[in-house]
């Protein structure tokens, strides 16, 4: 094999699954058919979810420290916003961050785990058969064949790796188009003048320029594959916000529009899909470079450990049941604030769409409506399937803090910084902990200690690697070392020892 898994992709999503499969020793190579790293940002926000998962690996602080924070976001463009710093996380708030330098930090992080992104390099083709994947790739120096275990389409939306795979795309064509444009030279004036409520979006970018997006009843059924002209730029800003902002030199323009589709399988043999790969949809409320995100900490894990020799059954599968879930939920919520704005803009629904728009914005002011979309929209409210009726299986943990009884002051993220599970023992008689250790200390990092007050009634709690809840018992439930064990055994696979008891 010349490598464990192939990455087709060096977009967000393929960085992150790259640095969490090399953190699990797994052999990855990345294949980008650009020659460089884009220096262009399509997306500008970074979710809470999304901040946690880098906080669980000890890299938070390198984005954080680049980028600006607002405590809310907004849902279908709405005036009353969502409120982030309400939700139960230590990353309560939206960073402002461009695409281009989320992408920098990850590939020095893919860097520092010593895998090779190769750059001017094509996916062509894959063939898998029942041991593994030959993928065809067209280099600067001819094309040549890699033999893989695994191959991740990594590959945006346009997925070669999906078509290959003969995997489905159901889903909308696009019905609406809006435009960007990155610019320099700006007359603030005539921004500050418009105010807030202009139909134009105006976003500062920390290289400097200024990011325009318009979207222009006159021009929106123009396809998204038909580039933006200045002029026809400039006329938009005019009729829409009355200005044109003294625009000139455009650094960037693009369009695009609604086109909603979901991957119908997120696993086909030795073939996987994430992140764009596996859905694309309007960018509303910013989400889709999070969950492409998200679903590379997902997908993680579990590819290292079938690679690494201890998957329980099944283990890869959960991959696509959780994720393409996720995927259904947010291709919905962006298809339902998307036909909000088109209607917004359509001469004929002006009055009712107002209406609609007013109605929904009182419901925001609901402190529980408004956490329901919060939760929704930053990801921290995603809880994978489970048969256990615990609402904190399948759910992320909080990130609380506890004292070891070695006197180590711990949080539950600093405990999954080696991408392991975690296995919270506060039961005081660190049974639990010793029969872990024992069987699954290879995979699972163990820390007994006094259960802190946030931690309320949990006595046992197995943390995934990618900060979900395995399995926890409560103090009123009693002692089950079975249940304990059957728990470990399904999520982290069979311990290192023939038994384990306590
Ligand atoms: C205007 C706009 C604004 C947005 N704003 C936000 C936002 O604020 N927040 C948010 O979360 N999302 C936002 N998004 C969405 C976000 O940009 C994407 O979801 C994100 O880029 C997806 O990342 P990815 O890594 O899955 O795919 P991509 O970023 O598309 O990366 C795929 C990579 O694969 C490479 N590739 C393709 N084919 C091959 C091949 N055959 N061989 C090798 N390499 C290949 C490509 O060159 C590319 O580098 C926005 C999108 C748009 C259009």
Redesign the pocket.
């Known amino acids: 094999m010349d490598a464990d898994v192939v990455i ?7 960085l992150l699954l790259a640095s969490e499969l090399a953190l699990a020793g797994v052999r990855v190579r990345v ?4 020659l460089a790293r884009h220096q262009e940002s ?4 970074l979710h809470p979810r999304s901040i946690e998962i880098m906080d669980l690996r000890g890299i938070a602080d390198r984005f954080l420290e680049l980028g600006r924070t607002v405590p809310g976001w907004h849902f279908a463009g709405l005036p009353q916003r969502l409120d982030f710093s309400a939700l139960r996380t230590r990353h309560g708030y939206c960073l402002f961050l461009e ?1 281009a330098r989320v992408e920098r930090v990850l590939e020095e992080r893919v860097r520092e785990l010593g895998v090779e992104i190769s750059y001017g ?3 062509l083709a894959v063939a898998q058969d029942e041991d593994g994947v030959e993928v065809t790739v067209r280099a600067p120096g001819g094309e040549s064949g890699l033999r893989a275990a695994y191959v991740v389409g ?4 346009r997925s ?1 790796v999906r078509d290959i795979a003969g995997i489905g795309f159901p889903g909308t064509d696009a019905t609406m188009t809006s435009m ?1 444009g990155d610019f320099m030279d700006i007359d603030h004036d005539a921004i500050a003048a418009v105010g807030e409520d202009a139909p134009v979006l105006i976003v500062p970018l920390e290289s400097g320029a200024t990011r325009l997006v318009v979207t222009d009843p006159l021009r929106m059924r123009v396809p998204a594959s038909e580039p933006v002209t200045f002029e026809e730029f400039r006329d938009a800003l005019v009729r829409m916000a009355g200005s044109s902002f003294g625009i000139a030199e455009p650094r960037w323009l ?1 369009r ?1 529009g609604n086109a909603t589709r979901l991957a119908e399988a997120y696993r086909v043999g030795r073939v996987l899909l994430a ?3 596996a859905h694309i949809h309007f ?1 509303a409320a ?5 969950t ?1 995100l998200q679903d590379a900490m997902n997908l993680g894990w579990k590819l290292a450990a079938e690679i690494n020799g201890w998957a329980p059954a099944g283990l890869l599968d959960r991959y696509h049941t959780e994720r393409h879930a996720v995927g259904r939920t947010v291709t919905a919520n962006t298809q339902a604030q998307t036909l909000l704005l088109e209607l917004t803009l359509l001469p004929d629904y002006q009055q009712p769409v107002t209406a609609l728009r007013e109605l929904m914005n009182d419901l925001l002011q609901i402190p529980e409506v408004n956490s329901h979309l919060a939760a929704l929209v930053s990801a921290l409210g995603t809880s994978y399937p489970s048969s256990d009726d615990d609402p904190l299986v399948g759910a992320r943990m909080p990130d609380i803090p506890s004292t070891a009884t070695d006197g180590r002051r711990l949080r539950v993220s600093e405990l999954l910084q080696t991408g392991r599970f975690a296995y919270l023992d506060f039961t005081g008689a660190q049974e639990g902990a010793a029969a872990v250790a024992a069987g699954w200390g290879d995979r699972v990092e163990v820390v007994a200690g006094d259960p802190p007050s946030a931690a309320g009634d949990l006595v046992e709690v197995l943390v995934r690697p990618d900060g979900h809840v395995a399995w926890v018992r409560r103090r009123h439930e009693t002692p089950d070392v079975a249940a304990r064990e059957s728990a470990l055994r399904t999520w982290a696979g069979a311990p290192r020892q023939a038994a384990v008891t306590t």
């Open positions: 087709s992709g060096a977009g967000p999503t393929g294949l980008e058919r650009r399509r997306a500008l926000t695409q390099h094509e996916l990594c590959d945006g939306g070669r960007l693009s695009f992140g764009d790969a960018p910013g989400q889709g470079l999070n492409g």
